[in-house]
C-alpha cells in the first residue's frame, strides 16, 4: 500500500465556518452570523438564537396579542395577572432602570405613546390629554411580583411599552443561548441594535441618513444601542413629532441626533441609548458617567448635527472613528 504524505495541519482557529441569516423579527430585520466548527453546528446554533428571539418576542409584545404583557395591559385594575417568572423578573428589573435613570427611561409611557398616536399615524394631544398621559405613566400603577411570577395593573389607562428594551432582551437571550452552544464569534443585529460574542468592528449610523456609516468602533463580548429620531417619528400637520418621549414634560424629546449606548448586556443598552437620547448629550453623558461610578459600566457616544456637520461627543476613553462629516 502507498502512503501519502499527511496534509499539513491547519491551525485550529482557522476551522471554522459560517451560518448567515436574516428575516423579520420583532417588528424589524434580524442580521444573524454565527461562526462554529463546522457548518452544521452554526446552523443549529443559529437556529437556536431565532427561536431564542421569536420566544421572547412571544412573551413580551404588545403589538399581539396574547403575551405576557399584552394580557397585562388588558387585565382590570387589580386583577392578578400570571405573567410567569421570566416576565415578571423582567419588568422588575426595567423598573429598577428606570429609577437609574430618574425616569428619562420608563417602561410604563405607553399612554404617552398613545396620546401621541405613535402607534398610528401620530397625533398631538391637547394639554389636558397629555397631563392625564403623565399621570397614567409611572411604576406606582403596576404591582410585580417576580417570586411567584404574577403582576397587576392597578388603573385602566396605564400600560407597559416594550419598544426602547424588549429587543434588547431578545438580544441577551440569543447570546447566552449561543455561548451554551459552544460559539464564541457571532454578530447580532435586531434592527440596527447589535449584540458582538468576540470581537468585531461596527459602525454606527448618520441619524439623518440611516443607510450612511457615520462612526465606527470595535466591540468585543458587548451590545451596542443606537436611538435616534430619524425614521420612526411621525410628521402630523407638518410639525415633527419624535417617537421617543420625556416622561416628565410628556413630549418628544428634542431631536438632536443620535445617542449609542454601549454595554455588555443588550437590555442595559438598549435602555441606555433611550434615556441618552431623552436626556440629551450633557445630561446623558453625566447619568452615563454617574452609572459607571455606581457599578454599572457602559459607555455613551452622542452625534450632534451642527449645520450641516456631525459633532462627536463620548465617555472618556472610548475609542471611535468618525466616517467623514460634512454631508
Ligand atoms: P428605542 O428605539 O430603543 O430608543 O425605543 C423607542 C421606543 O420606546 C418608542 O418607539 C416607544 O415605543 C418607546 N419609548 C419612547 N419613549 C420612551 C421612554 N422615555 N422610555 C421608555 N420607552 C420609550
Ligand atoms: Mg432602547
Known sequence: MMMLPAAPSRPAAAETAAAERRLVAMGTTLDLRVEASDRPAA????EEAVAEIARIENLLSTWKPGGALDRLNRSCPGERV???????????DVEAW????????DPTVLPL????????EGRIPSDLERRRAIA??????????????????LSLAAGIDEGAWGKGYALDAAAARLRKAGVS??????????????HRDVSIADPSNRGRAAASLSLTDASLSTSGNSERGRTVKGQRVGHLLNPRSGRPAPDFGSATA??????VADILSTAFFVLGPEKGLALSERLRRAGFPNKALFLVRRGDHLEATSSPGLQFQLEGFSR
Open 43 to 46: 446552523l443549529r446554533a443559529s
Open 82 to 92: 400570571a405573567v410567569g417568572r421570566e416576565a415578571a423578573n423582567l419588568l422588575a
Open 98 to 105: 428606570s429609577a437609574r435613570t430618574d425616569g428619562a427611561f
Open 113 to 120: 405613546v398613545r396620546a401621541w398616536g405613535l402607534r398610528g
Open 136 to 153: 397614567a405613566v409611572g411604576a406606582r400603577h403596576f404591582r410585580i411580583d417576580p417570586e411567584t411570577g404574577a403582576a397587576a395593573r
Open 185 to 198: 464569534e457571532a454578530l447580532l443585529d435586531l434592527g440596527g441594535q447589535l449584540f458582538v460574542l468576540g
Open 262 to 267: 454601549i454595554a455588555s448586556s443588550g437590555l
